[in-house]
């Protein structure tokens, strides 16, 4: 898993506030492999793309505008990715969906988008998510817990053991 996304603008954030929540929350089963991409996705992408080791599935966690309520969380298809530019470090942006398509079509790699509808994204510099994407964060964890972990369950970390 992939949380993607930049952190300095706004709701832009929420893949990488999704993997920050599963590690804080969650003990993440060793078969699991959950990595706060930020803005690297491209490096990574295409390093994936060119190795003969590849993970059998891969999942990203973005935050999208598709025109949905803001904070819904659903499933996109990568060859339906908008190539809509919301800023220099999108995911949405060639070549990072073509990378996708590459890994998924060429490289047999499964791959699944698991995205939120941002709210408007702010102009200048701004962290932190609004309230109906921080609602979701959550959720999406719960949607990834039954879809990737074991079992479909996922044990709760206990607050007095989390890591610096």
């Known amino acids: 898993m992939l949380g993607v996304g930049n952190i300095l603008f706004g709701d832009d954030g929420f893949g990488c506030a999704v993997v920050g929540y599963l590690e804080a929350h969650h003990q993440v089963p060793e078969s699991v492999c959950v990595l706060?991409?930020?803005?690297?996705?491209?490096?990574?992408?295409?390093?994936?793309?060119?190795?003969?080791?590849?993970?059998?599935?891969?999942?990203?966690?973005?935050?999208?505008?598709?025109?949905?309520?803001?904070?819904?969380?659903?499933?996109?298809?990568?060859?339906?990715?908008?190539?809509?530019?919301?800023?220099?470090?999108?995911?949405?942006?060639?070549?990072?969906?073509?990378?996708?398509?590459?890994?998924?079509?060429?490289?047999?790699?499964?791959?699944?988008?698991?995205?939120?509808?941002?709210?408007?994204?702010?102009?200048?510099?701004?962290?932190?998510?609004?309230?109906?994407v921080s609602r979701a964060v959550p959720q999406a964890a719960e949607w990834l817990i039954r879809e990737y972990f074991p079992g479909g369950t996922a044990s709760r970390r206990d607050p007095s053991q989390a890591s610096a």
């Open 36 to 132: 706060d991409a930020g803005t690297g996705v491209r490096s990574l992408l295409f390093t994936l793309c060119l190795s003969s080791a590849r993970p059998r599935r891969l999942l990203i966690l973005d935050a999208i505008d598709a025109g949905r309520k803001i904070g819904e969380i659903f499933e996109i298809n990568p060859a339906d990715i908008p190539p809509v530019k919301l800023d220099d470090f999108s995911m949405h942006q060639l070549p990072t969906s073509n990378l996708l398509r590459e890994l998924q079509e060429t490289c047999g790699v499964e791959v699944r988008v698991l995205a939120c509808q941002t709210g408007p994204l702010p102009e200048e510099i701004s962290q932190g998510l609004s309230k109906a």
